[in-house]
Every structure is written in C-alpha cells, then in structure tokens.
Nanobody, 125 residues
Framework: QVRLVESGGGLVQAGESLRLSCTLS????????MAWFRQGPGTEREFVAA????????DYADSGKGRFTISRDDAKNTAYLQMNSLEPEDTAIYYC??????????????????WGQGTQVTVFS
C-alpha cells in the first residue's frame, strides 16, 4: 500500500519561503511521477508542480513559475516543493500526489493514483 506523508507547512509572512516535503512508502519511489496540488478555501484542487520519475522533467503552473521549485531525492524517497516569495494568494492546503503509470504531463487530480493528507500553508501580509 503506497502512502504519502507531507510536512513543512506553516504560517509565514508574505515574501518568506517554505519547503514542503513528501515521503513515499510502500512503493518504488523512482517509478512515480510526483506532483503538488493545492486547495484554498472554497476553491477546487489545482495543480502546482510535477516532476517526472527520472527527475529530468518538471512542470509548473503559471502561479508558481519563477517562485516554486520541485525536486526529488530518490535515496530518501522524498519529493520537495521549495516555495519562495510567498504571497497571501498562496494560502492553501498543499497535497502531494503520485502517479505510477510512467507518463508525464498530468495536471488534473483524477490523473494521480495516490495522495497525502495535506499540509496547511498560510501566508499573511
């Protein structure tokens, strides 16, 4: 049974940074495309960033380009989302997701097989 556990959320002031972590267990981490989504109050879950199983390819939503960086460490079975220059609009629950079908480019939640429980990010001005 694949399990994803996120950590690293918190309360920060606008302009500050956070790094989210997502650790996968119960599966072969290097076989999964990893992604981050977020869901703010009253909004649908939206794509933030993804990294391919090889780590060679990444994709970002326009909202995070230039500010967010997704990465992975296969030795630690962990994916990361480095978020810089945070804005109040980034306030949301951030979810880690995994796709084990060895393809890349999925941006819809229903295209991912496994989900973490989410970690809250709150940015105040």
């Amino acid at each position: 049974q694949v399990r994803l556990v996120e950590s690293g959320g918190g309360l920060v002031q606008a302009g500050e940074s956070l790094r989210l972590s997502c650790t996968l267990s119960g599966g072969t981490f290097s076989s999964y495309t990893m992604a981050w989504f977020r869901q703010g109050p009253g909004t649908e879950r939206e794509f933030v960033a993804a990294i391919s199983w090889s780590g060679r390819t990444t994709d970002y939503a326009d909202s995070g380009k230039g500010r967010f960086t997704i990465s992975r460490d296969d030795a630690k079975n962990t994916a990361y989302l480095q978020m810089n220059s945070l804005e109040p609009e980034d306030t949301a629950i951030y979810y880690c997701a995994a796709d084990g079908r060895l393809h890349f480019g999925a941006v819809k939640p229903d295209e991912y097989d496994y989900w973490g429980q989410g970690t809250q990010v709150t940015v105040f001005s």
